[in-house]
């Protein structure tokens, strides 16, 4: 499929079809030429993320959903993919934070 000529819709679908068939480097490839695309979209960082994650490069999973935040920094979720991405690198005191910031940003906020 042509980046240029895809709905970010169709993109997202060719990615996400990779990666259920645990395609995951062609799935980071096709997440990327959705963030390529339509780089204000935080879906393909999350799936960048999540193939990552899949793959054990943890490493790349924590920088991807880092993007994913500096797009949305109020998105809860990914904080909660960044706590558990910490936590299977080990890294304890990270997840606490990442997760304490997750359940923060659930909370109704007053008016």
Do not use: C, W
Request: no cysteine; aromatic share 10%; hydrophobic share 40%.
């Amino acid at each position: 499929m042509n980046p240029s000529q895809a709905t970010k819709d169709q993109l997202y679908d060719q990615a996400l079809t990779l990666f259920g068939n645990n395609q995951l480097d062609e799935a980071v490839v096709a997440f990327q030429e959705m963030i390529d695309a339509f780089p204000d979209e935080i879906e393909g960082y999350m799936g960048v993320a999540h193939a990552y994650e899949r793959s054990e490069n943890y490493d790349g999973a924590i920088e991807a959903v880092k993007q994913a935040i500096e797009l949305d920094p109020n998105d809860s979720l990914a904080y909660s993919s960044l706590s558990a991405f910490y936590q299977r690198k080990g890294m304890i005191a990270e997840a606490e934070a990442a997760m304490a910031k997750s359940a923060e940003l659930k909370i109704p906020q007053s008016k």
